[in-house]
């Protein structure tokens, strides 16, 4: 599959490239000399971190998921939503675009994080040196993606702090809000703590 | 197999796989990719330094705006409810959620004004063709590692999504805050389209 020369990296030609800003460095150094930034040798140590972080933000998903997301009080009654029953309920009033986002960025994005992470920390060390495209960009996607779960807090945010009409409606937030940003937060930081150049590094030749 | 340290200084190595690059000088519309996963290493604009500070000057006075005028309003039976953006972050501030509110005040206010003034202090100097102040890249690196956490472009579509909730409820103003906070969002993305991050470090570097 291989139609153009090996590449070269960093780490082959006994260096250690600075991840922040690109600057390379003879193996061993400890920061960057440009930006400071600490450099770390491309090594399946750095899963440990994503593990981690992984195990944190999926214990927190929980009860996120459990724990009522929006307590509302109306004329006609109190009502306790949690984050799949907010948006059943919008879905049910004929809301499907909002329903849709809620359960995109709440659901379907988290579980698919988790997902994602795993499926990369497991196979690393098992693809083929030539090409690992398709786990870079499925990498950066997550990366991208994943700070855009946090919508349903602040939504949750403006909603109690504009709803506060006394006895016709007001909104409070619920316990899932602080276990379902802890649970972003996490998993944000286990995608940040995997190294990319793990990716390319093909097969484990010696550690 | 080593390399003598005067060719390390014309290295790159792809912070997404490693490969090592040797980079050379581009001219104002040509862009380096990383010839083996593809990601863009250098996109030279080097008169873009004053673009990136003036946006961002405007974006902290925006934001200024932002917090401290009204951002929205309800009103339904008669009642009426106004609330400003720090409102909003200290909605969570009873009992034992309040460090979520403190999490929010600074993923939509805090670290997006920190990552400004980070920028203004880094490159106004360097716009001028002067040297970079001290600590400037402590400054720069500080701003690129807190992009993920500065939330305020999200927080924009969190309220856009608030506001269909409660669109049959209620009847909704929107005060100047609002509208300074959608034209934050719009400045901040131009900021980022300006932004070179390596011919910064090479500027910083020097």
Known sequence: ?207 | MSVPPETIDALIACPRCDTLHRSHALAETERAACARCGTLLITPRTRSFLHVVALSFTAMILMVAAVFFPFLGISSHGLSHESSVFEAAMAFSDGWLAPLSLAVLLAIVLLPVARFAALIYTLWPLSNGRPPYRHAALAFRFAEELQPWSMAEIFVIGTGVALVKVAGLAEISFGPAFWAFCTLIVVTVLKTAFMSKWTIWEAIGR
């Not at chain 1, 450099?39 to 593990?51: K, M, N």
């Not at chain 1, 996120?64 to 109190?78: D, F, K, R, S, V």
């Not at chain 1, 709803?163 to 996490?186: D, R």
Request: charged fraction near 10%; hydrophobic fraction near 50%; include cysteine.
């Open chain 1, 1 to 207: 599959m291989t139609d153009h020369p090996p590449f070269l990296t960093a780490t082959d030609a006994g260096l250690t490239g600075c991840t922040s800003c690109g600057r390379v460095w003879p193996a061993g150094t400890a920061r960057c000399g440009r930006c400071g930034a600490h450099l770390h040798p491309v090594s399946t140590a750095s899963l440990q971190p994503v593990w981690a972080w992984w195990v944190a933000g999926l214990i927190f998903y929980i009860p996120a998921n459990l724990y009522p997301m929006l307590l509302t009080a109306t004329l006609t009654g109190h009502q306790q939503n949690t984050i799949l029953g907010g948006a059943v309920e919008l879905a049910q009033h004929g809301s499907w675009g909002v329903a849709g986002i809620i359960f995109l960025a709440s659901i379907l994005i988290p579980i698919s994080k988790f997902l994602a992470i795993a499926y990369l920390a497991l196979s690393v060390g098992t693809e083929r040196r030539a090409g690992s495209h398709r786990h870079l960009l499925l990498y950066e996607v997550v990366e991208f993606i994943g700070r855009w779960s946090m919508i349903d807090v602040f939504v949750v945010a403006v909603l109690s702090a504009l709803v506060q009409l006394g006895f016709v409606a007001s909104i409070h937030p619920g316990p899932a809000a602080a276990a379902f940003a802890l649970s972003v937060a996490f998993t944000m930081l286990s995608a940040q703590s995997f190294d990319p150049r793990l990716i390319w590094r093909g097969p484990t030749e010696n550690e």
